[in-house]
């Protein structure tokens, strides 16, 4: 937010869980939020552009995402994510972040995700590149990489 900021865009909002967040760099352009990404919803003005970097992986529900992103986002308006990430499936099961589960997307997880944007009226921006190579990422014993995804609201 504040490379966004500092390149001219105002306006800017960030949520997290942690409470550490409202004692961010205090800004004229940047809210800060201590809430669930999932359950927010903008009062006003749909946002042009939503990124949630390492975010969608906790508690993992496309389903919910769509609906806000469909709710916050105004049309042409664009959702940006990375997420934990490795091409074959990671078993997570039991590792909890936060009090919520967590997913190591796999190939299969980032294109079920693609599939189930389309009902909610997004495409994704550019070809989808699923391949890796390194696993840099070492956390709670997994042994991963990012992936990023852009999807424009096009409906």
Same mark, same amino acid.
């Given at each position: 937010?504040?490379?966004?900021? #500092?390149?001219?865009?105002?306006?800017?909002?960030?949520?997290?869980? @942690?409470?550490?967040? /409202?004692? !961010?760099? #205090?800004? @004229?352009?940047?809210?800060?939020?201590? *809430?669930?990404?999932? $359950?927010?919803?903008?009062?006003?003005?749909?946002?042009?552009?939503?990124?949630?970097?390492?975010?969608?992986?906790?508690?993992?529900?496309?389903?919910?995402?769509?609906?806000?992103?469909?709710? $916050?986002?105004?049309?042409?308006?664009?959702?940006? !994510?990375?997420?934990?990430?490795?091409?074959?499936?990671? @078993?997570?099961?039991?590792?909890?972040?936060?009090?919520?589960?967590?997913?190591?997307?796999?190939?299969?997880?980032? +294109? @079920?995700?693609?599939?189930?944007?389309? *009902?909610?009226?997004?495409?994704?921006?550019?070809?989808?590149?699923?391949? !890796?190579?390194?696993?840099? /990422?070492?956390? !709670?014993? #997994?042994?991963?990489?990012?992936?990023?995804?852009?999807? +424009?609201?096009?409906?």
């Amino acid at each position: 937010l504040l490379c966004l900021d #500092k390149i001219g865009y105002t306006n800017l909002t960030g949520i997290d869980l @942690n409470l550490l967040i /409202i004692t !961010a760099s #205090k800004n @004229n352009h940047i809210t800060y939020l201590c *809430e669930d990404f999932m $359950s927010y919803r903008p009062i006003g003005e749909k946002h042009t552009v939503i990124t949630a970097i390492s975010v969608i992986e906790h508690n993992y529900s496309p389903k919910q995402l769509f609906q806000m992103l469909s709710e $916050s986002l105004r049309p042409g308006g664009y959702f940006i !994510a990375s997420m934990d990430y490795w091409p074959e499936k990671i @078993n997570t099961e039991g590792v909890r972040f936060f009090d919520m589960d967590w997913l190591i997307f796999s190939h299969v997880d980032i +294109q @079920n995700l693609i599939d189930i944007s389309y *009902e909610y009226g997004f495409e994704p921006v550019g070809d989808c590149d699923f391949s !890796a190579v390194d696993r840099p /990422i070492c956390c !709670a014993g #997994k042994y991963y990489t990012f992936g990023w995804l852009a999807l +424009q609201k096009v409906r």
